[in-house]
């Protein structure tokens, strides 16, 4: 099930069939709609170029829909994600439009007299840096258009409605809590009850430039933990509106360069995983969600980053029911100066933060936040951007961990700020001497150096994730010689790199560079991504497992075995 819910709501699902329009001619900074012939039919959720009639096309999908309202109420149209931009218009009018591929977005509908209204969404996956600056040409990940993720509509009581509730635990052992509510300014009588029957009224609370914070402490306490992922729901109804969350009691820090969760030292053993599937693009459906947790679980994993950008509700949904930790991103790939210098890119990055930090708040699972994977974090001109993101990660999300996975290594400039150093790096893979054969004797000194200029730099203290390393391998291609993209290379590397992440405990964990293959962006960048694929994966795009796949489970799911035998 997912969270929220809001029970005082009528709320519908606009998934299903809608009609459809795809030009590549038309001009996104039009809003006269009045005259697209809409001759086809589409899939929502579903990414209209991951379809054999649009596969590869640029430019803008129409899609068209209708939905009821009763005369007079006002309504919330709902969208889990839509890809690239998008606008949104009702019965012609423009309600709303978004610049952010994976973050949800909401239009208020004011109340009219009509009662069948026309929803039209021009989602446009054309690159166009002036109007959207969060997904470039050159990402290594293709850049999708569609609805992603589902469409609800929302018919909105009259008075004070309850917009937004956040949980944090404040102290695991005693189940005591504090709970932050968002909703209009003013004075109202809340009544908090926790799993459907343990009931607190609040009276008068103030709601001072409206958010209010409450504190309770639960009587029926099940700590959330990787081992036992217990879940608890709260609702705070007033008297127009009730939202219930579900959350889970668990606190996470850092000791002596080791992630704790719940006051047991934790080793993050997992893949960076991309929403992609060829046949689906990033709109997976809930069955490959379910599968690629279960290869997951196989390969003796307990981690997963979520790259590069905010992820589906539904995934994070079965984190927290089957005790996955996740490091959940904003968007962001190898930003640069030009980047660093664009007020309309850094207000990006927040607007997206923000809206992940709060859409995923009430998820255990995710014990890790970060930012602009791989940004150029060498260099002074990238300070005002990183020091923005980190406050506003530290305002609004103070209880959980904060990194950016870098591929600056030592010359990162920004490392003191964060709580976990996250290094990308490919050792033995994007070798130091290209005319190197085989070298995979750099995995295990490059490691080593890292972490001791770490030490040397004062930051021993802090948790060492690798949130990238690892090697390509073409499914099929079995080589004698071991070269690279054969399946036997890439084995042996993450033999490697998984028996040191295993056996060296200044090794905080890792996320395997990554979990599947997945479609990339085109043009000469292709030139080193055969197939116009990211061929890193341990499984391909379709899940079918390399060789690799059995040595990391073997050394994962050992280590496992270990930690179990020491409790
Ligand atoms: C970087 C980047 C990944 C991918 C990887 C690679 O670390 O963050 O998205 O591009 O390199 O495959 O080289």
């Known amino acids: 099930m997912n969270f929220p819910v809001w029970t005082k709501r009528t709320t519908n699902s606009l998934n299903g069939v809608w009609q459809f329009k795809f030009t590549e001619t038309n001009d996104f900074g039009d809003d006269d709609i009045s005259g697209i012939e809409y001759d086809d039919l589409i899939a929502v959720p ?87 600056q969060l997904h470039e040409n050159f990402f290594d990940f293709y850049a999708y258009g569609g609805i992603f ?60 430039d409206g958010q209010q914070t409450l504190e309770l402490v639960l009587k029926n306490l099940k700590p959330w933990s990787p081992e036992y992922p217990e879940l608890h729901t709260l609702t705070v109804a007033n008297e127009t509106d ?20 719940n006051g047991k030292a934790v080793k993050l053993l997992g893949y960076c995983r991309h929403e992609s599937h060829p046949q689906y693009g990033p709109a997976l459906p809930l069955a490959q969600l379910i599968s690629d947790l279960q290869m997951l679980r196989d390969l003796g994993c307990n981690f997963v980053r979520g790259s590069h950008y905010q992820q589906d509700p539904r995934f994070l949904s079965l984190c927290d029911e089957l005790g996955f930790l996740v490091f959940e991103e904003s968007m962001s790939w190898q930003a640069n100066c030009k980047n660093f210098a664009d007020t309309k890119f850094i207000a990006a990055q927040l607007h997206q933060s923000r809206t992940m930090i709060l859409s995923s708040y009430n998820n255990p699972c995710i014990i890790i936040r970060g930012f602009l ?30 990194t950016y996975a870098s591929d600056k290594g030592l010359k990162d400039m920004f490392l003191e700020q964060i709580d976990v150093i996250s290094f990308n790096s490919y050792p033995g893979w994007y070798a130091k001497d290209p005319n190197d054969e085989r070298p995979l004797c750099e995995i295990i000194p490059h490691i080593h150096a890292q972490l001791e200029g770490l030490k040397q730099r004062g930051l ?54 990554q979990f599947c293959d997945i479609r990339t962006c085109r043009g000469s960048y292709a030139l080193g991504r055969p197939r116009c694929f990211n061929d890193k994966g341990t499984v391909d795009e379709f899940r079918r497992p390399k060789l690799a796949y059995n040595t990391v489970k073997a050394i994962f799911k050992k280590y496992n075995q270990q930690q179990e035998s020491i409790l």
């Not at 589902?150 to 509730?165: H, N, R, Y």
């Not at 009730?242 to 606190?251: D, I, K, L, S, Y």
Request: with cysteine; glycine share 8%; aromatic share 12%.
């Open 242 to 261: 009730a939202m219930t969350v579900r959350f889970g009691v668990r606190q996470v820090w850092t000791e002596k360069g080791r992630i704790i969760l």
């Open 149 to 208: 993720r589902d469409v609800e509509l929302q018919q909105l009581p009259a008075g004070s409605l309850i917009e937004w509730v956040g949980v944090d635990t404040i102290d695991y052992k005693t189940g005591a809590l504090q709970v932050k509510i968002k909703s209009a300014p003013g004075r109202q009588t809340l009544e908090l009850t926790i799993d459907g029957s343990d009931r607190q009224e609040f009276k008068d609370c103030e709601f001072k």
């Open 46 to 132: 579903g990414s209209f170029d991951a379809t054999p009639a649009y596969n590869g096309k640029r430019g803008i999908g129409f899609y068209r829909t209708t939905f009821t309202v009763a005369p007079g109420e006002a309504a919330r149209l709902l969208f889990g994600a839509v890809g690239m931009y998008c606008k949104v218009f009702v019965d012609g009018c423009k309600v709303g439009e978004q610049y952010a591929a994976y973050t949800p977005f909401q239009c208020d509908l004011p109340p009219v007299a009509k009662q069948v209204r026309e929803l039209v969404v021009m989602a446009c996956n054309r690159f166009d840096y002036e109007r959207y």
């Open 460 to 513: 021993g203290d802090k948790p060492y994730l690798i949130s990238e390393i690892g090697a390509g391998a073409i499914y099929g291609w079995r080589d004698p010689v071991c070269a690279h993209w054969s399946e036997e290379y890439q084995q042996e590397y993450l033999r490697i790199v998984c028996q040191e992440v295993v056996d060296n405990d200044a090794v905080a964990g890792v996320a395997l560079w």
């Open 373 to 402: 994977n791989e940004g150029k974090s060498d260099i002074e001109e990238a300070r005002d951007c990183y020091m923005a993101l980190i406050k506003l990660f530290r305002e609004l999300d103070p209880h959980r961990l904060l």
